[in-house]
């Protein structure tokens, strides 16, 4: 699904933020990026969703390499891909759902079918009936819950989190973690920038640690940060919510 093949970034200032970075996630996986601030955890997800390119090297996301995606096409390429942010990202003059609109109104579906897949995303993640609502009328962690919702409403095979909770306390944190277990329950690949040491404990899958734009750690799924066993029913609520 998505593959690094040494690949390096280097920003105009002269930053290597990535350096000789090989990396593979298997479709349908959950993967943690961890690592201090810098480490090149948010660069890697701009490689991924082409917000920024490769300097050098290869990267494969979905079976294209995104060297050869063109500036044209880079809006169909990006609509295989959820992006949720730590801000959110919201436009506080519209409401809930037109911001979870947004995405498909941009690729061009008709009015009924985006009333439709709107409704139905805000049911995954608990705001159903909060259409109508503002965003500033909405607490923290709903409206990140509302980003999630725009990140999916287009039913991407591939979701990328940046720091989605760092905003957020222990229980909300678990909560939007939750969310993101749904949906890969239902196929979706979830890859999430954390290092939010509460989480690692909670939820044991496969976890990657950056160090200078470099690999230096891959944990496979099964073993939390604390090396104690978890078991994910007991963390993932409403399975029956996951998408349609």
Known sequence: MIRFDHVFKRYPNGREALSDLTLEIDSGEVVFLTGHSGAGKSSLLKLISLIERPTRGQLIVNGQNVNGVSRRKVPA????????????????DRTIFDNVALPLIIAGVGTKEIGKRVRAALDQVGLLG????????????????????????????????????????????????NIF????????????????????????????RLEGGRVIDDMPAGVSAGEKLVDPAKLITGAEGAMR
Do not use: C
Not at 77 to 92: A, E, P, S
Not at 188 to 208: C, G, I, N
């Open 130 to 177: 909060r259409e109508q609502s503002m965003p500033l009328e909405l607490s923290t962690g709903e409206q990140q819950r509302v980003g999630i919702a725009r990140a999916v409403v287009s039913k991407p095979p591939v979701l990328i989190a940046d720091e989605p909770t760092g905003n957020l306390d222990p229980e909300l944190s678990l909560e939007v973690m």
């Open 77 to 92: 390429f990006r609509r295989q891909i959820g992006m949720v942010f730590q801000d959110h990202k919201l436009l506080h």
């Open 181 to 208: 277990r749904r949906f890969n329950e239902v196929g979706v690949t979830v890859l999430v920038a954390s290092h939010d040491l509460y989480l690692l404990e909670h939820f044991p899958v496969r976890r990657v």
